[in-house]
């Protein structure tokens, strides 16, 4: 196995840790698995491996959890996103192509950040979701996931904000995801990202991002919608305080 997969006997070991523990949130909060798999599985792959099976696994769970979300996908949100995200992508590809990575990613993880901070001790009314608000943040998630690919993460802080029922956020960010990740996937086959080596770690993996996916869907099920909602923020905040430390370190 280890000699199919590339990797040592405790890299499998650390890589299958990762990716169940990145499994069990995506299926709890919706999102999240990427992040958690860039920052756990950086030191032992390089980035141009993780991004691959990174985006097939996200398409293979948004499948998986197809059937539990339909009823509570806000259809009418979820195309205001993808269209205003369209839009705003390109955007962030230029300020990609004009400025260096790196900042633009610590600024974006440091504003996600200090909002979480902020909202999880604040005692803020949660705002109305209007067009216009969907408007604005599909382009601005559509900026960021040009210039950073950290829309999820920024998709997630907008929807804590609103008065959104948490059932038809998680499940419109499933949703949005998926759209972005066939997307990003069809783009990755036609550059010949998926290779042997790829397509079995892939496969290899299947057993325990089901496992995940499923617990962590168990869990969201019993949870109480304002301990969800505190649930993502505190993710957010380790997730973008974790980005920014590997950032430095790396």
């Not at 979820?78 to 962030?92: K, Q």
């Not at 610590?106 to 608000?133: C, D, H, K, Q």
């Not at 949005?176 to 290779?195: C, E, H, K, P, R």
């Not at 496992?211 to 997730?239: D, E, I, Q, Y």
């Amino acid at each position: 196995m280890t000699t199919i997969l590339a990797l040592s006997f405790p890299e499998l070991i650390w890589c299958g840790f990762v990716l169940f523990v990145a499994s069990f949130i995506r299926g709890f909060s919706g999102f999240g698995f990427t992040a958690i798999l860039f920052v756990g599985l950086t030191f032992s792959l390089p980035v141009i491996e993780i991004v691959p099976l990174s985006i097939a696994l996200e398409v293979i769970a948004s499948i998986g959890q197809a059937r539990g979300i339909y009823s509570d996908i806000r259809w009418r949100s979820l195309g205001v996103l993808l269209i205003t995200g369209f839009i705003g992508t390109p955007i962030g590809v230029y300020l990609l192509w004009e400025l260096p990575e790196a900042p633009l990613r610590v600024t974006v993880l440091a504003l996600i950040l200090v909002a979480s901070i902020t909202l999880i001790f604040s005692r803020n009314r949660p705002l109305g979701l209007s067009l216009w608000s969907l408007a604005l943040a599909g382009f601005a998630v559509g900026i960021v996931n040009g210039a950073t690919a950290l829309s999820g993460l920024v998709l997630a802080l907008f929807f804590t904000m609103t008065d959104e029922k948490v059932a038809r956020i998680r499940a419109t960010m499933i949703s949005y995801l998926f759209v972005a990740d066939i997307w990003a996937g069809g783009i990755l086959i036609s550059s010949g990202f998926y290779d042997d080596l790829t397509v079995n770690r892939i496969l290899a993996t299947l057993p325990l991002l089901g496992l995940g996916v499923w617990l962590g869907s168990k869990w969201f099920r019993t949870t109480h919608p304002k301990n969800f909602r505190t649930a993502v923020l505190w993710l957010l905040l380790v997730l973008s305080a974790c980005g920014l430390l590997l950032l430095t370190t790396v």
